[in-house]
DNA sequence: GTCAGTTCTGACCGATCGGACAGTTACGGT
DNA sequence: ACCGTAACTGTCCGATCGGTCAGAACTGAC
């Protein structure tokens, strides 16, 4: 039940946004009641507390190992890194697209600001020049967008062409 | 006053969303009574149509005018006119993107998928190569997500570097 | 059988939402 | 002074929201 609950809730969120996705509806889609949604999670936030926080702890966790790693050799490790995760928690993605008002605001998402900041820098190779700066920003929003929409790709093309794609705007020699 | 409550509902809409914003709070802002809201637009839904409808407009008489340009020379003029709509009507862009589900189900708007489709094909140059499609849609959420966001760069430079970017993703000589 | 504990539910609550409506104010033409 | 119209507001309404709560239904242990 937990796990259906679960489902329907990730469905719903990615389709319709988090606000726009009632109690009764993940209930109806699940085929439990209301009243049990609460009972298994104590609020609807922590529904999507638990539905981001692996993606959220996944990604944090690419921005640490990324931190050891020298010069320009981070770059493409971060846009593989980067790339890999928002092709495995597309709906994800796209849940913390469709509602960034909603997300931001949540302390329990960790400081989501912060993290894109991080992975900005590490993207413009910490330059402060506006073409690195602006490219890093491109990528994240190139890579988001493209992941959450419905590009009519094969998965492992997506990957390889989102990844090319994201060193040429770089201006990566790799790419 | 109808000026004022425009110019409250866009700054309120782009912070915090459509369905993020009520009614009596953009009243509240505006300085004038919920019901004035509905005196002048008889729906919520109405406030944001005459909100985005300009640069709907625009949009649209980009892709009208692009149609008519041969080959590669059609992708430059797509980059270049989205780049300077998107930096126009930032703040547009962004309630566009922080509720999406909601934009897309609004007839008044006309066929947003529609039209990014189009903006797609014209930047791919026709083609149905998955490195053009992907770049294609890659570009599309760069330009969009770089204008919303607060990217710490004066506009003018902002501009170069989003065509710079765009075109080196899209894998351009001219980039 | 029965008892404890987990799982689940129907009915209900207060808050807030978008919107309707009757009525008041401000004002220019005659 | 009178009136018609446009601008505006206070108040109310039904719907829907997230969440509470007392109790029903099922479960295995003894």
């Given at each position: 039940m937990r796990g259906d609950i679960l489902r329907s809730a990730l469905r719903l969120f990615a389709s319709n946004g988090f606000s726009?996705?009632?109690?009764?509806?993940?209930?109806?889609?699940?085929?439990?009641?209301?009243a049990s949604l609460i009972y298994h999670f104590s609020t609807k936030e922590a529904i999507l507390t638990e539905l981001l926080t692996p993606a959220g702890e996944e990604l944090a966790a690419l921005a640490a190992r990324l931190d050891a790693l020298p010069g320009e050799e981070r770059v493409t490790a971060t846009v593989t890194g980067f790339v890999d995760l928002a092709l495995r928690y597309r709906r994800e993605v796209k849940i913390?697209?469709?509602?960034?008002?909603?997300?931001?605001?949540?302390?329990?998402?960790?400081?989501?600001?912060?993290?894109?900041?991080?992975?900005?820098?590490?993207?413009?190779?910490?330059?402060?020049?506006?073409?690195?700066?602006?490219?890093?920003?491109?990528?994240?929003?190139?890579?988001?967008?493209?992941?959450?929409?419905?590009?009519?790709?094969?998965?492992?093309?997506?990957?390889?062409?989102?990844?090319?794609?994201?060193?040429?705007?770089?201006?990566?020699?790799?790419g």
């Open positions: 726009g996705t009632s109690l009764h509806a993940i209930a109806a889609d699940a085929g439990c009641s209301k913390l697209f469709e509602d960034t008002p909603t997300m931001i605001c949540n302390p329990a998402l960790g400081d989501i600001p912060a993290l894109g900041q991080r992975l900005v820098a590490a993207m413009s190779g910490g330059s402060q020049e506006p073409g690195r700066v602006v490219g890093a920003h491109m990528v994240l929003g190139a890579v988001f967008v493209t992941c959450a929409g419905e590009v009519d790709v094969p998965d492992g093309v997506l990957r390889e062409e989102l990844i090319a794609g994201a060193l040429r705007t770089l201006g990566h020699p790799a």
